[in-house]
């Protein structure tokens, strides 16, 4: 595999970089989550979860079949948690989550196994 320098050109994580201002003592969101389009709030401080995933791939829009590798997620395991929220219909195994006032996503998706939600942190704004 010829794929090492592919994640060596990764930026490094949100997280590493601004670790105080985003992820609490209890490895919560510090700050509000909003949409990066129309500010739309879509959850509150203290709610989700920081995770760091092996690489995943999410489309970065809905029409081109392009994929963005991210690693940092946060994730929420009540989707009623979400103060605004759109969900996709069913894709295999999972709904992906867009902004409920712009549509603009996937900004992460809903696991339907375990029924958590993953939302990337690079496909949001943190105020
Ligand atoms: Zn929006």
Request: glycine fraction near 4%; aromatic fraction near 8%; proline fraction near 3%.
């Amino acid at each position: 595999m010829s794929e090492t320098t592919a994640e060596e050109e990764l930026p490094q994580s949100l997280v590493t970089d601004c670790e105080t201002s985003l992820v609490d003592g209890e490895g919560k969101n510090s700050l509000s989550l909003s949409c990066l389009h129309c500010d739309c709030l879509l959850l509150r401080p203290n709610i989700a979860l920081f995770k760091s995933l092996p690489e995943m791939l999410l489309r970065r829009d809905g029409e081109r079949s392009e994929v963005e590798v991210l690693s940092d997620f946060w994730m929420v395991t009540d989707m009623f948690q979400f103060e605004n929220m759109a969900f996709s219909k069913n894709v295999e195994d999972v709904k992906y989550l867009a902004c409920a006032e712009c549509d603009i996503g996937p900004i992460g998706w809903h696991n339907l196994c375990d029924q958590k939600c993953y939302v990337a942190l690079n496909r949001i704004k943190h105020h």
